[in-house]
Structures are given as C-alpha cells and as structure tokens.
C-alpha cells in the first residue's frame, strides 16, 4: 500500500517539475471542418489536483491524477497532459479510467498535431456509449487531417445519429467532407452504407446529372430521405436548363488554321446530330477573319449564345466587344485568370497534363523524380508546371534536363542518371589494372521516376536510350508522358520503343470508349492527324456542355464524363480536365484502371 503511494506521490512530483519548464509546442493551424468538442469544466488547477493528489487516500489519487491531465489540456498545455499520462496509463486498472485518459492523450496529439500518434492512442477507446460522440468527433478529425475525407464524413455522420440537437450543424459537415472526396471513393462499391449512404447519393446525382434530371432527382432525394438540401444546391432547383436556340460559332475556318477550325466544326456538327432533343438549336459558323468591331457588337440580336474564339491572342481583343448579356464558352483561356458572369473557358491546355503528372507521382509516393524535357517553347512551360505543383507540395525541385537534337538528348540522359561518371570511374579502374575490365556502368539509385515532356517522335528515341542507361542490375525506372509522347499513328516497331510508357491522354484517343463515332470518325476522316482528332472530340464536348455550364459553375463537383476527360469547372469558369491513363504494353496500348 505504502509502495503505491510512494509510487505514485513520485508521479506526481515528477510532472510538477517537468511542467514548469515543459517545452512549448506551436499547434500547426490547418483549415479544417471538425465536430464542435466542448469540455466540461473542472472546479480546480492541474497543479491543485496534483496538490490534492499528494494528500490522497490510494484510491483516490489515480482519479486525481486524471483529472490533473484533464486539467492541463483544457488550460493549453498538453506536453503536461501527456507527461503525466505516460506513467499513469500503465497503472489504471478500471476500464473507464482506461477510456478517458487514452482519448485524453488522443486530444492532446492531436492538438500537437501529431495525428497518426494520436490515431493510435484513439483505437485504444472502447466503443462505450458515453464516450462514443467524443470519439467519433476525434476520429473524424484525425482523418480529415490524414486526407481521407469519406472516413471523416462517415464518423461526422454517425456522430449525428447520436446528437439529434446538432444534426443541422453536423450534417453540413457531412456534405462538406463529401464534397472533398473524389469521385471514385463516392462510386466505388465498397462505400460506406448507415447513415452516410444518403449523402453519397446525393453526391452522386449532383456530380452526374443536369437540367431537368437533376432537378427531379433532388426533389425526389429530399422525399425519399426526409433530409434537408444543402444551401449549395438549393438554387438548382429553380435553376432553369440553358437551352440557346441560336449559336455562333466563330472559328479560323479560313488561313493557316483552317484546318484547326475544321476539326473543331466537325465535333461540334458530331454533337448537333446526336443530341435527341426537341428543339434543335440553330448553329451558325462565323469564320474568325470575318469578324469586325460592329458585328461583334450586334451579335446578341442574332444569337443567344457564342463558342469560340479559338486562340488565346482573340480571347483579349474579341470578348471584350461582344455584348456582356451574351454567353460565351471561349476554346481557350487567358494567362491570368479572372471570373466574369455569362463567360466560360474551355482549353486543351498541356500544362493541365503536366500538373496531373505531378499530382499522379505524389500520390503513388514518388520522392525523386527527373524531368526530361524538349527545347522548345510548349515542352518548357509543361515542364514548369509539372515542377511547380510539385514544389507546392513542400517537396524540393526534381532535377531537370533539357535537349535540343539526338546527340544532346543521349548526353542529357547520361548525366541526369549520372552514368558518365560510373563510365569514368571503371575507365580508372582499367588504367590501373592495365587491362579491360568487365563491368557495366551503374546509374544513379535516387531516381524513383522519370517523367518526359517530348514529341512522339522524340520520346521514341529518348525511352530505349533511358532503359540502355540503366543498370541491368538495378530495377527499371517507371517512365511518365504526356499525350504529345503518343500518337495513334506509331507502328508496332514504334510502340515497341515506347514499351513501359506510362501516360496521359484523352479517352477519346485511347482504346474503349465511343467504338462507332471512332468507327465513323475514321471512315469520314481517315487522314485526320492526332492534333486533328484531338480537336474534334473537344468540338463535340463543347456542344454537349452547353446546356450544363450554369450548373457546373454552381456545383464544382459536378462532372462531365466527355470525349476528352472528365470535366469540372472551377472558381473562375475554366474547364479543367481528368485524364486516364494508357500504357504501352506488348506493342499495343492498353488503358489503365483508375486505382
């Protein structure tokens, strides 16, 4: 009896001179939807409960004790709370003092920011019922911290099963989190059912439906689950369906571009023949050259709606003079962004692919990439842009190479692996020994990927001299591209240099997808070039955007699943596209599975 109380009088005295000079630890502040934890308040100090817990019968010291970690965390010292834990939690033995001090230090890592340490004291709690809110409430912090949002949303969700007096507040929350997550988590089977399914539903209706459809679907949502509408949705039920009757559409049909526009004008014809609606629209094509100040001016008497222009140099001079009262999805979109009303932008933009490179790379948790890039102008700024998401990350610059013909492109490589220097050392070798030795240049091990903003022509030739470079006796490098490193026109002896290439690139140019307008596209147009049938299925989703872009812009997680990506609209109206991926596999392109 003697010896716990000493034992434990010793805890207490060793906390009280750790916490006088405890270390402070600035809380990281993260922007962050969490449950609303309020604590109840103790009637003393911690260190008056340390106090207390000297003069203390045995049986009571251990309550007081806890209660003194309590005490410190609600004061903000929770390098206190957890010093004084460290010891005591060995030595509870009820269950509901168990429970209370591994959630205290749970709270306490949490507030340290130390959220896997704090996920691993969290397990620890049991599922009692009067400590499950509190738990719950954590646990969804955790795993918003984490990134994983459906997690966090499905213990908010629980939570509000269990405070009906805070449901409005909690189940914003929910649609919060959801919103968060990405679209193959909210369709994936394995999602989670209980109290989160109806929000996934409606996650669902709202990210793939428009117009009229939407509509009934929200209203038949609300019914079906007896849930309010969240306010971010609430105006697309009055929300009228854009329906323009009269388009212009205003291209280079005429010039060096002509053949650009005809592409373009053929999707977009594509799409008016397939549409099964109603009320067909009249379109009209209005060749860019044509245009002057005063028609540009006049064009809302003639039309309801606008798509195009095609270059970036005509978004600066041609916007500004149509009337603002008239819609406009641009096929480009400036340098510096600004959101304006009844103005959309949509662009093939190759910076768009380099980003998603990047964040592709993060995610398969990639530490050391290298970039190789061509000397020219459009390969540059991908490289750029790749580089810059990645550095947004708090990750240090992937190295990076340039070149400018074949010779340069082998010599480029060799030193970005850092190869020449394997080759120099084993010719120093050979100078002392005084004959040939027999060895094979190593390549750097710190690379872990290669990413290639080239041409197909290029990056056929630069793929086989990365694999001659690397050492046969260390693992191959996984090689990323973009669309530019592929075309539909390689022969098997060109796929076959490609082989291992990981890539980005529209569904439309992939295998799958629409087999009979590829079937016909081929028959109309069989010597249409890749940049040619690229710019035909962006014509064709450009029809079918229409009637949806004032939805997209109220929602920004709804998506159109189009001929060139999955296609969201962000704060400032530009379209931003989602990419599969293709690989070369056994002279053949195969297209990926999303993971």
């Not at 929200?218 to 689950?225: A, P």
Request: aromatic share 6%.
């Amino acid at each position: 009896m003697s010896r716990m109380r000493t034992l434990t009088y010793g805890i207490a005295i060793t906390v009280l001179c750790a916490c006088s000079s405890a270390p402070k630890v600035h809380q990281r502040e993260t922007p962050q939807v969490k449950p609303d934890e309020k604590q109840i308040p103790v009637a003393l100090t911690a260190q008056q409960y340390l106090q207390q817990a000297r003069t203390s019968p045995l049986v009571k010291q251990k309550r007081l004790l806890l209660d003194a970690a309590t005490a410190f965390m609600q004061e903000g010292d929770c390098n206190s709370s957890l010093k004084l834990l460290k010891p005591l939690l060995p030595r509870l033995e009820e269950f509901e003092q168990q429970d209370q001090a591994h959630l205290l230090q749970a709270r306490c890592l949490a507030n340290l920011g130390h959220w896997q340490l704090a996920e691993q004291s969290l397990q620890a709690v049991s599922q009692h019922l009067q400590l499950l809110p509190k738990r719950l409430a954590l646990s969804a912090e955790i795993a918003q911290q984490q990134g994983d949002t459906l997690t966090a949303a499905n213990n908010v969700a629980e939570l509000s099963t269990l405070q009906p007096d805070k449901q409005s507040e909690l189940q914003e929350k929910i649609w919060y989190l959801v919103q968060q997550t990405p679209d193959t988590a909210i369709t994936s089977p394995g999602s989670f059912q209980g109290p989160l399914s109806p929000w996934l539903q409606l996650a669902r209706i709202a990210r793939t439906n428009s117009g009229e459809a939407l509509s009934s679907q929200l209203l038949e949502w609300q019914t079906r689950h007896n849930l309010p509408l969240p306010s971010d949705l609430q105006p697309l039920l009055q929300s009228p369906l854009m329906q323009p009757q009269r388009i212009a559409v205003i291209l280079p049909l005429s010039g060096r571009l002509a053949n650009q526009g005809e592409a373009l004008k053929e999707g977009i014809l594509a799409a008016y023949f397939a549409d099964q609606g109603e009320h067909k629209a009249q379109v009209s094509f209005v060749d860019t050259v044509s245009l002057n100040e005063q028609t540009l001016a006049n064009m809302d008497q003639q039309f309801d709606f606008v798509i195009g222009p095609l270059l970036k140099e005509n978004l600066d001079t041609l916007l500004p003079q149509l009337p603002d009262n008239l819609p406009v999805l641009a096929l480009n979109r400036p340098d510096q962004p600004v959101k304006q009303a009844s103005r959309y932008f949509y662009s093939l933009a190759p910076e768009d692919e380099a980003e998603q490179l990047a964040e592709l790379l993060i995610q398969k948790g990639y530490k050391a990439p290298l970039v190789v890039n061509a000397d020219r102008a459009v390969f540059q700024r991908m490289a750029s842009s790749f580089t810059e998401k990645w550095q947004s990350t708090g990750r240090p610059a992937p190295k990076q190479v340039s070149f400018t013909d074949n010779k340069s492109m082998r010599n480029a490589m060799e030193g970005l692996l850092d190869v020449g220097h394997s080759k120099q050392r084993i010719k120093q070798v050979e100078r002392l020994a005084k004959e040939e030795v027999h060895t094979f240049a190593r390549n750097r091990r710190d690379v872990d990927a290669i990413v290639i903003f080239a041409s197909a022509a290029q990056t056929e030739l630069l793929n086989p001299i990365i694999e001659s470079s690397i050492s046969p006796f260390a693992e191959l490098v996984p090689v990323y591209a973009s669309s530019r490193s592929f075309s539909q026109e390689l022969g098997g002896n060109s796929l076959r240099d490609l082989r291992h290439m990981t890539f980005v690139d529209m569904p439309w140019m992939l295998p799958g997808g629409d087999s009979v307008l590829k079937e016909l596209n081929k028959q109309l147009w069989p010597q249409r070039n890749d940049g040619q049938n690229r710019l035909f299925a962006m014509g064709y989703d450009a029809y079918r955007l229409l009637p949806t872009l004032v939805h997209m812009a109220q929602v920004p997680q709804m998506t159109l699943q189009g001929l060139t990506g999955a296609l969201r609209m962000d704060e400032y109206h530009q379209l931003r596209r989602s990419l599969p991926l293709g690989k070369v596999e056994q002279e053949k392109v195969v297209r990926l599975a999303v993971d």
